[in-house]
């Protein structure tokens, strides 16, 4: 026999993770549908070249695509799509005469990538992403961060801070350090700063570090630990690498941390950082005039984001408390992503939840609701009761909006209230023989355990609607 594991790095749903799942999706498509982003679906395979071109991803991205070959094609044409904003970047140069711009758009979906597998952290995982179009502004890019805002707090995410950044800010304290060109390889190390913590940064950014073949010496590859690499070099020297995480260290917080000169005069002073500081400062307030709770928005002058095509504002998300988790949804604008199909300017922003590492998050925090079943009443099959009776009843539940599911077979009524209670049922529905030539029905409450009895028909849908809004702690 074949044995039924799933692949490293994937994973089954049950019903238990898969309707906590969809009750996300369903919030966030409502939230980001009314502030106006519309739907749009892109294939899970793309051309390579759609996915590898210059300044699609960052080199470890890269890495981590996977390759598809239908059987005789040839390796190297085909790849699964590792997020869902190049795909967008193709799809806007190809119909944007259609769509028009400023088109704001919303996506749910999967992607791929390789890595290891880890808590969180899967080969195949969902994003649900918003994105505008065609808008170079400030406002475009407080709304893709309300939007991250509203829909975690419309789906009842515990306490949540979004962490804001410029990439116009850290450019201009590299180019202070006489190191601009390092830029991509310090932002690698910088993204992981969270992750692996300062001393292990400065080792990453002063360490040895290998040039590709070929390459010269602004082009640095990412760290090289092994120490049998040769032609190496280090990014930073320890001065440079030490004022990098001062700054990062010391720009965590409000607004406050936006006046540069208490963490780094020199910085403070340079053009490029001027305009990082007030582009970042006009997002946060128009957010926040948006309906952002200002406890939820912060500034993180360290976050650095790995993907190469940002080129502005740039966000991360933490659950308070987990935020071993990583980011939970995250985000930026890529003003030049567009140019790799179309010479038209397409400049764009937005920002994914990462739906996968959210629900692993809540499961572990026991605040993921994990019922085995989405109707909240069952219906039984009494033995001696005619079939047409029990789907009869639940026919007219349905009609008004209530989920109810039949019991397929017609046995012992105590193994049926156990079927319920086990799948999360929050009622059964009882009508024996005797309750069908009496034209009632019997009602049990399968968490409190009690039951109404001889209940007339005609009194169905508003007393299982009444009992509902009870076990949902609505008034009387």
């Known amino acids: 026999m074949i044995d039924p594991r799933v692949a490293s790095g994937l994973r089954d749903l049950p019903p238990s993770l898969a309707i906590p799942r969809e009750r996300l999706t369903t919030v966030f498509r409502g939230v980001f549908a009314r502030a106006g982003f519309v739907p749009i679906e ?30 005789g094609g040839k390796p190297g044409e085909l790849a699964l799509r590792f997020d869902l904003t190049v795909p967008l970047a193709r799809f806007i140069a190809k119909h944007v005469d259609t769509v028009g711009v400023p088109f704001k758009r ?50 009842g995410i515990p306490p949540f801070r979004i962490k804001l950044n410029h990439r116009a800010i850290l450019d201009g304290l590299l180019e202070t350090l006489g190191a601009s060109e390092r830029l991509p ?12 913590g300062r001393d292990k940064v400065i080792e990453e950014l002063t360490g040895v570090r290998r040039r590709p073949e070929g390459q010269g010496e602004s082009d640095a590859a990412a760290p090289c630990s092994p120490p049998e690499e040769t032609e190496c070099e280090p990014v930073l ?35 490029k950082a001027i305009a990082g500081v007030e582009r970042l400062r006009q997002v946060v307030e128009l ?61 764009g922003v937005g920002a994914s939840i990462g739906l996968d ?29 005619p079939g047409a009776v029990p789907l009869g009843l639940a026919a ?45 029905f019997n009602l049990r409450d399968l968490a409190r355990r009690d039951e109404l009895k001889a209940i007339p028909w005609d009194r169905l849908e508003s007393t299982i609607q009444h009992r509902l809004n009870l076990s949902e702690g609505a008034p009387a």
Request: charged content about 25%; aromatic content about 6%; overall charge negative.
């Open 42 to 71: 892109t294939p899970h395979i793309e051309r390579l070249e759609v996915l590898t071109g210059k300044g699609a991803g960052s080199e470890e991205v890269l890495r981590q695509i996977f390759d598809v070959t239908n059987k």
């Open 106 to 155: 919303y996506a749910i979906g999967s992607v791929f990538r390789g890595e290891r597998p880890a808590k969180g952290r899967f080969r195949e995982f969902t994003q649900c992403d918003v994105d505008i179009v065609g808008v170079d502004g400030p406002l475009a890019d407080a709304e893709a961060v309300l939007a991250i805002h509203d829909a975690l707090k419309a789906a």
């Open 185 to 196: 390889a310090v932002l690698r190390s910088l993204d992981k700063l969270d992750k692996i």
């Open 237 to 271: 020297t320890p001065e440079q690498a030490a004022r990098v995480l001062n700054f990062a260290e010391k720009g965590r917080g409000g607004l406050e941390v936006l006046d540069l000169a208490k963490i780094d005069p020199e910085a403070a002073a340079h053009p």
């Open 287 to 347: 957010a926040q005039a948006g309906g952002a709770d200002p406890e939820r928005i912060g500034v993180d002058l360290g976050l650095a984001r790995g993907l190469d095509y940002y080129t502005g504002i740039i966000l991360e998300t933490v659950v308070l408390g987990w935020e071993r988790f990583g980011s939970v949804a995250s985000g930026g604008r890529y003003d030049n992503l567009a140019g790799l199909f179309t010479s038209r300017r397409l400049p």
């Open 357 to 385: 590492r959210l629900l692993a998050l809540l499961e572990e925090a026991g605040t993921l609701e994990t019922r085995g079943t989405i109707a909240p009443v069952l219906v039984t099959w009494f033995p001696g009761v």
């Open 396 to 440: 007219r539940l349905r009609a008004v909006g209530v989920g109810a599911e039949v019991y397929p077979e017609p046995i012992a009524v105590g193994k049926q209230m156990g079927y319920g209670s086990q799948r999360g049922h929050r009622l059964g529905l009882i009508v024996g023989p005797d309750e069908v030539a009496a034209r009632v």
